[in-house]
């Protein structure tokens, strides 16, 4: 019997997005705020909806799952029949203020970064020499100056400014334990890059990557497809070497901001090792994003993001993709 | 001293696994992981007294040798395969005690099916991650060790549970298998006409699918087909309309990544660009473990949500007491 995958629509009003309820089989309903549009503020909204859906838990709910605009419930229908899920879920929303008002629970999580490591390198020399030789991400040895190339960037310290200039928003954890996907606060410091073709089959643990415009730190030695900027430290470990992962094995969560500083690669050798040894203590500030203050900042750099995103896009007409 | 057993000889991939596995880890990345076929995993379970939570073993294929290093009751489901004790052949979907320094061997399936569940008294006792024993591969974590079995692993067993009497799971109560599965799927979260056309949906539905020799525990692979697409491109979120921006996925989910449809496993990724054009109903779920890559056939039967929550009810009551039989 045929049904529909959408089950229900909510207009947006009151400064809050539209909503598209969505069936994702017997056990899942997604819902999707807003339009599909690389627009922050709808995952501002899709944290401070789960926030206030752990708030107001209800019987059946197993677990929910932010993405970039969605949330995927999973409930158990022997005992949330799937109308009575759509009436909470009715509620937590008309519970919420405008987009304006919120407020997020969010760290700032400290992170070193060295740019293009020698490991990172070594990913890159392994896929050329084993995947695909003609790579144009992959000339020189490096994914960093096809980046850079690919955004009309100047040189390599423009690159790697933009990337410390700015707080990267973790929007959501996922495809793999641990692995975050995080996006430029500041839109002067976006950067935008296709990911690798055919996939690399080795990327070193902590290779911060970009891909699209997302940034994601590996959590562990895997494959990969993001171009690879560089090395942080472990960001999740099953084995809690470190204190830090004693509690939860990862590190980071929807919501945190990431801001790197400039290491070089023998300090975060050592550094990597001070981790394991439970030396090294992560630098993480608890607070609160005021999505309202944001929200009013963003105009005062728009004529500067709107500049550079021409750059960019006249540079990337002109480059070749993997 | 503990209760243990010694794997002799581990095939392709045996791994540890619960039901339901390990849930509540989604938004840290982690799918439920458990077993691909939890009918046969549960009935095994039920057939030697264990509790619903407990751990068994998910063997692919065959070619697995395991000795008992105590009394236990023990039996096995699944795929159809020649398994013995001792060099005595024994029935599937039967549970019998073994002794001390008993041999379990399961030869290598030739199918119908693919996978093959040991439940044993007791359960196997390796540490639980996160509420789980479960193996989930692709985090390389669970289980044993986080990794599949091999020659020479000790496993340990919880204490003895049941009363050892051999038990046969009704052969009426057992699924059918079979070369070309119909399994029920609901529709969307990303369907038509949003995203794909109606055409698109009829022929999703409607036509047989093979499964590709790429299918894992992470997923079933099954053949590329050129969809119409009711949309010429994933806009911002990529060039090929199967692009979104990225969401959490469901398990079971039919992912159709570019042109490529595969099914959602349970260690798969947990969130990822693509869009998810049906999504396999939990009462049909066991089937995708049982699809033998290359060969095999799939073809998605649509139900709505109130007809397949109908079917898990179905089932639930299936894997209970009143399906064993004496022997």
Known sequence: ?????????????????????????????????????????????????????????????????????????????????????????????????????????????????????????????????????????????????????????????????????????????????????????????????????????????GALGLGGPCFAIYPVESAGGYQLVGRTLPIYDVQARNAIFRENPLLLRAGDRVKFHRVGEEELLALFEDVHADRYRYRIEEGVFEVGEYLEWLPQVKDEADERRRRRDEAAAVTPVP | MARSLEVLEG??????????????????????????????????????????????????????????????????????????????????????????????????????????????????????????????????????????????????????????????????????????????????????PDFLTEEDMQTLFGRWWSVDRNSNRTGIRLESHLFQWARTTGGIAGGHPSNILDNSYPVGAVNVNGDLPVILGPDGPTAGGFICAATVAHAGFWKIGQLRPVGDRVRFREVTVEEAIALDRELDERLTVASLESV
């Open chain 1, 1 to 205: 019997m045929t049904t529909q995958a959408i089950i229900e629509t909510v207009a947006g009003s009151g400064g809050k997005p539209a909503i598209t309820y969505r069936l994702a089989g017997d056990r899942c309903l997604l819902v999707e705020y807003g339009e599909m549009e690389f627009d922050l503020t709808l995952n501002f909204f899709v944290l401070a909806v789960d926030d206030a859906l752990r708030g107001r838990p209800a019987d059946g709910i197993i677990e929910t799952a932010p993405g970039f605009r969605s949330i995927l419930v999973s409930y158990d229908p022997f005992v949330l029949a799937t109308g009575d899920l759509l009436e909470h879920l009715h509620a937590v929303h008309e519970g919420l203020g405008a987009e304006q008002e919120m407020a997020i629970p969010s760290r700032t999580v400290h992170l070193p970064v060295a740019f293009d490591d020698s490991q990172t390198r070594a990913a890159v020399a392994r896929y050329v020499h084993s995947i695909r030789a003609d790579a144009p991400n992959a000339e020189g040895g490096t994914n960093v100056d096809y980046i850079v190339r690919y955004n009309g960037l100047a040189d390599r310290e423009e690159l790697y400014e933009s990337i410390l200039q700015t707080e990267q928003w973790t929007a959501f954890i996922g495809f793999f334990p641990g692995l975050p996907f995080m996006f430029p606060l500041d839109p002067r410091d976006a950067v935008f890059v296709p990911k690798y073709n055919p996939t690399r089959t080795w990327t070193p643990e």
């Open chain 2, 11 to 192: 095939g392709i991939q045996t791994t540890v696994q619960d039901y339901p596995g390990r849930r509540g880890m989604l938004a840290r990345g982690f799918f439920p992981a458990g077993p691909m076929d939890h009918f046969a995993f549960r009935a095994a379970n039920l057939l030697v007294g264990n509790p619903e939570p407990a751990a068994g073993l998910e063997v692919t294929l065959g070619g697995v040798t395991l000795r008992f290093d105590a009394g236990a009751t023990v039996a096995v489901a699944g795929a159809e395969a020649e398994a013995a004790v001792d060099g005595e052949r024994i029935p599937l979907w039967e549970s019998r005690r073994v002794a001390a320094g008993s041999q379990l061997r399961i030869g290598v399936s030739q199918g119908p099916g693919f996978r093959i569940y040991v439940g044993i008294s007791g359960g196997i006792d390796v540490p639980p991650l996160f509420g789980s024993r479960a193996t989930y591969t692709m985090g390389a974590l669970g289980g044993f060790e986080g990794r599949a079995l091999k020659a020479g692993d000790r496993l340990a067993l919880g204490g003895e549970s049941g009363d050892g009497t051999p038990r046969r799971f009704r052969p009426s109560a057992r699924p059918p298998y079979s070369r070309e599965w119909e399994i029920e799927a609901t529709r969307g979260p990303h369907a038509a």
